[in-house]
């Protein structure tokens, strides 16, 4: 799991190195190759028009009220400048002290000292060369031989950013990755543990009786987006700048959050307790699904029925997919319903599995 949740990073990292190209209003670098995936366009136009209109995307900051994507973006620019640089062309667009420019295995940023009146690369060649009597004086002597070693074109092309760890200047997944490996290992890279939660919660008992439980993928699938709190209610959607009426259909009397629709809307709770365990969801205070969830979880080992885990699962998809029906298709069925689209799916998935 913690190899899915670095992988999930080098997708932000192909992202963010188009990020970096787009932002730098130049001649953009040799593109990533074509795993990346193809929303690289709308990701990179949407995150400049919000967050780094008037800057880089590599000296850009978190923000106020950040989305999803853009904290995505930034944990994955942790990998990034593990491995991308600047090719110095004209040097004009490169800031000799904040940009990485020097061509070494790690940490391009240049060391020595700054000059006043010096902010550019282009202000250290003279004549399409090296300023051999000023770069000693600016720089460590390492720095001074790699940059005396750099070739300079002569026709003045732009400056280009490029992957350092391929010979093309091409980002690939499998260098992102290990970048990605290296950073977690030196506890640079935040990367969730199996199991965890979006609340913080990181317990290993989740991960192991959710995808250990006995019901179709799509169940479980509905059940771990609870848990990490990104089900798209429509209380969360509005949240999010999506014009939706937030009244639960099921109800009419609350907004559709998720903790009111599993838990705290009468129709729910008439649901629940006509369950064969009687299912009470009101009169004991919980603050969040997950709390919820391994409450069930306490419960039904406790009295040896771990299985029923399971059917409480296809009982939320179920309700899931009630409320579903009436806001996209008119058809409001009735808690018989429920019940009968619930018994069909535990005894068809029962029957497909292996004995």
């Not at 000693?136 to 490029?162: C, G, N, W």
């Not at 509905?222 to 937030?246: F, M, Q, Y």
């Not at 979880?297 to 029923?308: L, M, P, W």
Request: glycine share 8%.
């Amino acid at each position: 799991m913690a190899q899915v949740s670095i992988v999930k990073k080098i997708t932000m990292v192909a992202i963010a190195f188009v990020a970096v190209a787009t932002a730098s209003a130049q001649e953009m670098a040799p593109a990533p190759s074509p795993d990346a995936g193809a929303a690289f366009s709308m990701t990179v136009s949407s995150a400049m028009g919000t967050y780094f209109r008037r800057s880089s995307f590599m000296h850009a900051k978190l923000g106020t009220n950040p989305s999803f994507k853009w904290r995505s973006l930034l944990e994955g620019r942790k990998v990034l400048t593990m491995g991308i640089r600047w090719r110095v062309g004209d040097g004009k667009k490169i800031d000799i002290w904040k940009d990485p420019w020097i061509p070494r295995t790690t940490n391009f940023l240049p060391r020595g000292r700054e000059a006043e009146g010096l902010c550019r690369v282009s202000q250290l060649p003279n004549n399409g060369q090296w300023r051999k009597d000023l770069i000693p004086t600016l720089f460590d002597p390492e720095d001074t031989q790699r940059i005396l070693a750099m070739p300079l074109s002569r026709y003045h092309i732009r400056d280009k950013i490029v992957w350092h760890h391929t010979n093309n200047g091409v980002y690939l997944t499998s260098l992102g990755y290990k970048s990605a490996r290296a950073l977690k290992r030196n506890g640079g890279l935040r990367c969730k543990p199996a199991g965890e939660c979006s609340d913080g919660g990181g317990d290993g008992d989740v991960r192991k009786n959710l995808w250990g439980l006995r019901i179709p993928p799509r169940v479980k699938k509905i059940i771990w987006s609870c848990l990490h709190n990104i089900l798209p209610t429509k209380d969360r959607l509005a949240r999010k700048g999506i014009l939706v009426e937030r009244h639960c259909l099921l109800c009419s009397s609350q907004n559709e959050n998720l903790l009111h629709l599993r838990l705290t809307c009468p129709f729910s709770n008439r649901l629940w307790f006509a369950t064969p365990w009687n299912i009470l969801t009101t009169g004991r205070p919980r603050h969040s699904f997950k709390e919820w969830w391994n409450f069930m979880i306490v419960q039904f080992q406790a009295c040896g029925r771990s299985e029923a885990l399971g059917e409480i699962a296809c009982i939320l998809w179920n309700l899931w997919k009630h409320m579903n029906s009436i806001q996209f298709e008119g058809i409001g069925g009735d808690m018989d319903q429920i019940w009968k689209d619930f018994n069909w799916q535990l005894t068809t998935f029962a029957e497909a599995l292996p004995t």
